[in-house]
């Protein structure tokens, strides 16, 4: 395969989308030099003192990660000072953060998750990062959240950095999913996967099943159901779940699966599900419609869901979209009429 850069495969093959204009390719860099950074950090983990925890809680609740930190700083350090962003949003950050007046300000708005999965980080899991972006309506400061509180249709590019055996890009900017693989030699990201489609049907259900005793009558019938022959296979999925959402989703995505994360009762202050909406559910849900697939809350599009709240959490069903049509028909069946 020739070697091609993302900024080369950008203004080769989207050269007639907006998206190849010199301000994205300049936010795109910059979110690509912020990832080698992370990564590098990331690989080193063990030798230097970034394992283990802060000793801090984040707005979720969750017990703040050493590197998750370092990724959340190195992101807003590279971003802010772009010159492409009106605001910036984070999940470990409680409040849009704004760009100080000392950077210029563009017309992009980016949220992230910088070290998504990172509870499993000192047992050696992949991790990723995770990354949306808006283009903001003409005039908005940025500073005003329900302006950029945007349905996740009206996202104009999104994917994930995943840190495992490889450092891997994927992303989407609506025409088509592109994969690349990071060539430390070089330092550059190679296309390794153009035009990524994800199976009609899967094989793979990805779920936590502790959460058994949680779940509604429904969302059990769902998980039975794969895990028997009443679903588009006809016959058993297997069962994969490493809980890093980014390596769990990355692997269906290729491989053709469901990844599933039902509302629970197990906290009340979390009756929708743990995963949040801008910085996990929409920028996924971007990429597996690019990739032919599907992703839903189990009523509802995940991007035509519009946000009320910065750290909104939403059930999250993503996949092969026959797979997720499953998911739509039981959940249809039983919602009273
Ligand atoms: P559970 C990691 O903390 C994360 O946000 C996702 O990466 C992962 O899919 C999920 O939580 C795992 O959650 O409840 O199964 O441990």
Not at 118 to 135: L, P, W
Not at 292 to 315: C, N, Y
């Amino acid at each position: 395969m020739p070697q091609i850069t993302v900024t080369e495969h950008l203004l080769l093959h989207q050269k007639e989308s907006p998206m190849a204009s010199g301000r994205f390719t300049r936010l795109l860099n910059d979110l690509i030099l912020a990832a080698k950074i992370i990564s590098r950090e990331v690989r080193k983990a063990g030798l230097v003192d970034v394992l283990g925890f802060t000793g801090e809680i984040n707005v979720q609740g969750e017990e703040v990660q050493k590197l998750d930190e370092y990724a959340n700083k190195v992101l807003i350090h590279r971003m802010e000072r772009a010159g492409v962003l009106c605001a910036i949003a984070s999940e470990e950050n409680a409040d849009l953060v704004a760009i100080p007046d000392q950077f210029p300000k563009g017309d992009y708005f980016l949220i992230f998750d910088p070290l998504d999965g990172s509870s499993n980080i000192d047992a050696n899991v992949n991790v990723g990062t995770i990354f949306s972006i808006y283009r903001v309506p003409d005039g908005c400061s940025g500073d005003n959240l329900c302006d950029l509180l945007m349905a996740g249709a009206k996202q104009v590019a999104a994917g994930y950095f995943l840190y495992g055996t490889s450092t891997m890009m994927v992303y989407t900017t609506g025409r088509g999913v592109h994969g690349f693989t990071l060539d430390p030699s070089v330092g550059e990201f190679l296309l390794s996967h153009p035009d990524i489609r994800t199976p009609e049907t899967g094989k793979i259900y990805s779920v936590n099943e502790a959460y058994w005793s949680y779940w509604d009558e429904p969302t059990r019938e769902i998980v039975t159901a794969f895990k028997g022959t009443d679903n588009p296979r006809g016959k058993p999925y297997g069962g994969r779940y490493i809980g890093s959402l980014v390596a769990d989703f990355h692997r269906n995505l290729l491989y053709g699966g469901i990844f599933l994360y039902p509302a629970d009762r197990r906290d009340p202050t979390k009756p929708t599900g743990k995963l949040r909406l801008l910085c996990e559910a929409n920028p996924l849900a971007f990429v597996i419609t690019q990739a032919g697939g599907a992703a839903t809350d189990g009523e509802r599009d995940i991007l035509s869901i519009v946000p009320d709240d910065l750290h909104q959490r939403v059930p999250l069903f993503i996949g092969s979209k026959n797979d997720v049509a499953k998911v739509m028909e039981i959940y249809g069946r039983n919602r009273p009429a």
